[in-house]
């Protein structure tokens, strides 16, 4: 039995604030960087720390997507990440941007995961789109003028996403799309969509890619979706209904959309597991300081021998997949031949075992842990979608496994 206790809005954030005092042990995230590296992670950290940590709660309860803290981000660099300085970018190498993107999950795991999602979509185009498509879109996302949403999942097609059947059909100089996408994040409140459709027959190559204005007629959304966590981030299924599209909005080829989906998302495997990397630091620096001030048989928690193995046991995997998801970057990065696995291993790993890491940070809190005053609760519930998005476990299982397996 635990007793509610009233805290000020200040206290609630006491364990953010004085927590770092375990920044220079074994789990230090700035082992291994380099000095532009370590600025870049500072940057990121204090942005969440002062702009992101003390609305993350409120965030979650009122379920609202913090549009102007996000783009305030963007003055630091982080709408564009990827991006060439030609449209407003940083040009960051994968490491870097995996980096940033856990600092920036300490503060908040959802708004983060929202910004690799936009990032996401920004480097598609910057990377694929023509110059006229990148010229009219990349500086405006760069600067989160505009924000994005990634759209492939559908009701009927999550895991085996060539299946998916939303249509794109060519009528002279227009695609005429109709079909539905589902579980879009920041659907209804961003400005732009990557669309993945059906201009072909069955199967990947039949998949193209286009760029889609939420402004176009025929675009309409369902209810937001009641989540577990990323509350703050909304979430519903997004319609297409004889919506026209000018040919010029395809990105890449006809029939290329499957693999820029595939390319898109080995980035973005990176950035989740980044982000479930932040939300294992925080909530170890946060039971840390916890087990420290807490008090039980006449002596702090963290002086009782099991409580010390289990926060050796959770450094020891956040040391751990943070090895693992910065070698799937530098490998991303070099465009190295098992760099899909790689990518697929790392969010497999990072995400099942930091998120044991958050439970176990939430047990060791005892009661405490299980209330909405305390932010351990909310990394818990934030990361658990993350073993689910861009591509479950059990898939990740599948790609590393086809690549050990193709070698006999």
Known sequence: ??????????????????????SSSCVDPNVGLTTDEIEYRDAALNFAKTELAPNMQTWDLTEE???????????????????????????LPRHDGSVIFEALSQGCVTTASYITIHNMVNAMI??????????RYCPDLSSMEKLASYCLTEPGSGSDAAALVTNARKEGSKYIVNGSKAFISGAGATDLLVVMTRTGGKGPKGVSALIIDTDTPGISYGQKEKKIG???????????????????????????????AMHGLNGGRINIASCSLGAAQQCLEDVVQYTHDRKAFNQP???????????????????????????AARSLDAKEPNAVALCAMCKLYATERLFKVCDDALQLHG??????????????????????LEGTSEVMHMLVARDLLKHL
């Open 126 to 135: 910057d990377t694929f789109g023509t110059e006229v498509q990148k010229e």
């Open 367 to 388: 009661g405490y842990g299980y209330l909405k005053s305390y932010p351990v609760q909310q990394f818990w519930r934030d990361s658990r979608v993350h073993r689910i």
């Open 301 to 327: 928690l963290n002086a009782n021998q099991h409580v010390q193995f289990k926060l050796a046991e959770m450094a020891t995997e956040i040391t751990t997949a943070r090895l693992i998801v910065r070698q």
């Open 230 to 260: 990323w509350n703050n981030q909304p979430t519903c299924v997004v319609n297409f209904d004889d919506v026209e599209v000018p040919c010029e909005n395809l990105l890449g080829a006809e029939g290329q959309g499957f693999n820029l």
């Open 1 to 22: 039995m635990f007793c509610l206790r009233s805290c000020s809005r200040s206290s609630l954030f006491k364990l953010l604030s004085n927590s770092r005092s375990i």
């Open 65 to 91: 997507f913090p549009v102007d803290t996000i783009k305030r981000s963007a003055d630091l660099g982080f709408g564009g990440l990827f991006v060439s300085p030609d449209y407003g970018g940083l040009s």
